[in-house]
């Protein structure tokens, strides 16, 4: 079993629509999670940070589930400029590694 | 701004040559990271440093050394490069004044391609 699992898409979806992603980590003990956009050809960048409590940044939404281990993404009113690939990351305990999903490739369509 | 560089964008090398990739940062950062990028993979931690002169292995050592002399510079070496090495090579670097700790955001640089042939 993978260290971090997404389901690799693509989602086609239209402009406005809502759209969730799911990871899984298999450690427990993972401490650190986020989510980073890479957009085609080019480097990830830093989306959001994912914490216990949830997070929101205007269209986007993070939740973290510790008990069933997974971490999510939402996304609302979906815009073109959105399309892109969606990493998973998880810091292992103590933060001392660094494990990246494979990806959740997004298309929005007018 | 923080900005991270590499040498090049693409490379091509043939089988059995002795490759280096450079990457700078400008941010005075103490960890560095190199990954590569492979379709349907994502990206796999090869090696990264927490300091000048220090290292350590990530999942995929092999085939590979790294060498942090200024804080600044962290370079991957292909000591013999074979077409297994073809991939998109991405440098990272973070903040972490707690030496070992990893969990801040890494800013990337733009990768390189290599082609082995």
């Known amino acids: 079993r993978k260290e971090v699992e997404q389901d690799p898409g693509p989602f086609n979806v239209p402009e406005g629509a809502t759209v969730a992603f799911n990871c899984t980590y298999s450690n427990s003990a993972s401490q650190s999670f986020f989510w980073y956009r890479q957009d085609c050809r080019k480097e990830p960048k830093l989306l959001m940070s994912?914490?216990?409590s949830g997070n929101e940044d205007g269209r986007f939404t993070a939740q973290l589930n510790r008990a069933s281990q997974y971490i999510s993404l939402l996304i609302r009113d979906s815009k073109l400029s959105d399309s892109a690939t969606y990493l998973c990351?998880?810091?292992?305990?103590?933060?001392?590694?660094?494990?990246f999903g494979a990806g959740t490739r997004l298309f929005v369509k007018a | 701004d923080v900005k991270v560089t590499q040498s090049s964008r693409y490379l091509v090398k043939r089988t059995g040559e002795k490759v280096f990739l450079e990457c700078v940062q400008d941010m005075d950062h103490e960890n560095m990271f190199w990954y590569r990028q492979d379709p349907g993979l994502g990206l796999r931690l090869i090696y990264f440093?927490?300091?000048?002169?220090?290292?350590e292995k990530g999942d995929i050592p092999e085939g590979y050394s790294v060498s942090r002399e200024k804080k600044e510079r962290f370079s991957l070496i292909l000591e013999s490069a074979s077409t297994n090495q073809t991939s998109m090579y991405l440098c990272?670097?973070?903040?972490?004044?707690?030496?070992?700790?990893?969990?801040?955001?890494?800013?990337f640089g733009p990768g390189t391609r290599l082609t082995v042939t």
């Open positions: 994912v914490y216990s």
């Open positions: 990351v998880v810091n292992g305990a103590g933060g001392f590694k660094t494990i």
């Open positions: 440093s927490y300091d000048v002169k220090m290292k």
């Open positions: 990272a670097s973070s903040d972490g004044t707690s030496g070992l700790n990893l969990a801040y955001e890494q800013y």
